[in-house]
């Protein structure tokens, strides 16, 4: 197994043989490059529960903060459910259970199993009345099998032993109710532990026979609340919920249609029709919005979620039975991270804008760093990152990595940033790909320079193939048509000449 260690400066990793040597760290906002102030302040927001403004263009890294903030968040404590209400069916309860109750509801439901028998092992008379032994052979089968596979007699109780219609009664009830079960579902009998007379529930599970003690039943018991709830926030969740270009359903939440109406017998019960939005599922965690002027309207709600730290699900259809469902004051305390371009800071809503302002920060990444040797050594430490994260890709060896870093000054001074490396790390990070990919169909270890070389050529935009092969993009453009558009075109241009014609 490789050593790995940390990079400080350009030298350390130029003692090294790839990138496979170097230590990634371990706090996720250190793995961010460039964008210092950036950093600093994301974590500021995840201890201090701030909201943050983004700006600047693509591929600066907004998104990877947004996701490192919410990293360096405590793990949820809370979980949300919604429990029927008995009055008022469309109007259900809500349940905010702290982490320990939740804890402690799982203990109880994982020792209330009961003891798993075999048919075989369990009591024959109970066996039997469970639907698994044969009252005629005694062999074992399954409830669903209405007659024995072992002798053909039907394990159907059709009034004892007696009745001379038995088989053929079995045999007509397999036909018409194939969903049909020999025997009943569950046991109660009684034994004596320590003195004292207890409660034994046998109850079907699957192929084979659960027993419950009343240790167990008084467990289940304890549990049999929750048979009428639905989690809406589970408690073991990732805190960083991704809403970006959501709708109003997906950000909001909804409660799904029954065509049923939620008839009591035929439709499904309203709590369990109510689905959560992501400003729900970002409860305790980071609600990531890129492109947030995008939203529109949506804004709106998303602030009124930031002041209240609650937000109603209702559902939004009006024509759907879930729109007279409601549920108040669902938890949705967030931190916002929003990020957008320079050019649609002016379609944020001011309300939000101040709001984010009031409890956060607006910060401009920045397009570039200094070329310093320590920032040549984050290079390197880019590369060995995006390695990792594509997972299909080898290393990079010290001389790939110096043309990575070649690049990188080359962008930055389409920036008009002399002397520095560009942060616009996504259209770099394609480039360390396309050059891995080129290394893994030679069945190269290492991505060498002669592949970013390669890669180099390979990874040019559109734009730049099409100026190089025709000289000028308006040139490209007058290529991009069909051989049917050219005779269309040429066809009305003689028709229109021909009518002109006929009038002189």
């Given at each position: 197994m490789t050593d790995k260690r940390l990079v400080e400066t350009w030298d350390d990793f130029a003692k090294m043989s790839s990138t496979e040597e170097i230590q990634i760290p371990s706090d996720p906002l250190d793995r961010v490059l460039g964008q210092e102030e950036a950093i600093e302040l994301a974590k500021i927001a995840a201890r201090q529960r701030r909201h943050l403004l983004l700006v600047g263009p693509p591929g600066t890294?907004?998104?990877?903060?947004?996701?490192?903030?919410?990293?360096?968040?405590?793990?949820?404590?809370?979980?949300?459910?919604?429990?029927?209400n008995p009055e008022n069916a469309e109007r259900p309860f809500l349940e905010v259970l702290e982490k320990e109750e939740v804890e402690k509801e799982e203990s109880i439901r994982a020792e209330s199993v009961g003891v798993l028998l075999n048919p075989s092992d369990a009591p024959a008379n109970v066996a039997e009345h469970l639907g698994y032994r044969c009252k005629e052979c005694g062999k074992y089968s399954l409830p669903t099998d209405l007659n024995c596979p072992h002798c053909s007699k039907s394990k159907v109780d059709m009034g004892?032993?007696?009745?001379?219609?038995?088989?053929?009664?079995g045999g007509m009830l397999e036909v018409a109710l194939p969903q049909a079960t020999a025997g009943k579902e569950k046991v109660h009998t009684t034994r004596t532990r320590d003195g004292e007379e207890e409660v034994v529930i046998f109850e079907r599970a699957g192929d084979r026979i659960r027993m419950l003690d009343q240790?167990?039943?008084?467990k289940r018991g304890e549990l049999q609340r929750t048979s009428n709830e639905k989690v809406l926030v589970k408690l073991h969740r990732n805190p960083f919920v991704l809403a970006t270009g959501a709708s109003e359903t997906e950000l909001l939440g909804d409660v799904r249609h029954d065509p049923y109406g939620g008839h009591e017998k035929l439709g499904t019960p309203a709590y369990e029709r109510i689905v959560a939005g992501s400003i729900h599922e970002a409860h305790e965690g980071v609600l990531f919005i890129d492109e947030i002027s995008h939203l529109g309207d949506l804004q709106r709600?998303?602030?009124?979620?930031?002041?209240?730290?609650?937000?109603p699900i209702v559902g939004r259809n009006p024509q759907s039975a879930g729109a007279s469902v409601k549920v108040e004051d669902v938890p949705?305390?967030?931190i916002l991270v929003a990020a957008c371009n320079i050019q649609d800071l002016e379609n944020i809503l001011s309300p939000l804008r101040s709001r984010i302002i009031g409890g956060g920060y607006e910060v401009l990444v920045?397009?570039?760093?200094?070329?310093?040797?320590?920032?040549?050594?984050?290079?390197?430490?880019?590369?060995?990152q995006e390695v990792n994260l594509d997972g299909h890709i080898p290393h990079a060896d010290v001389e790939a990595v110096e043309l990575i870093i070649e690049e990188g000054r080359r962008r930055?001074?389409?920036?008009?940033?002399?002397?520095?490396?560009?942060?616009?790390l996504r259209e770099l990070g394609g480039l360390i790909r396309a050059a891995g990919d080129i290394a893994v169909m030679e069945d190269s270890e290492l991505i060498t320079a002669e592949h970013i070389r390669k890669a180099l050529r390979r990874s040019r935009s559109a734009e730049e193939q099409i100026r190089e092969r025709y000289g000028s993009y308006n040139k490209g453009l007058g290529k991009d048509v069909s051989s049917a558009q050219k005779e269309r075109s040429s066809y009305y241009?003689?028709?229109e000449h021909l009518d002109d014609n006929m009038f002189n």
């Open positions: 890294g907004k998104s990877m903060i947004a996701r490192a903030l919410s990293m360096n968040l405590p793990q949820p404590r809370q979980e949300v459910r919604v429990v029927k004892g032993r007696n009745n001379p219609f038995q088989d053929l009664l240790k167990a039943l008084d709600y998303i602030l009124t979620a930031m002041q209240e730290k609650t937000f949705c305390d967030f920045d397009v570039a760093m200094k070329d310093t040797p320590r920032n040549r050594a984050k290079y390197a430490q880019f590369v060995a930055a001074k389409e920036d008009n940033a002399n002397g520095a490396l560009t942060l616009r241009y003689q028709t």
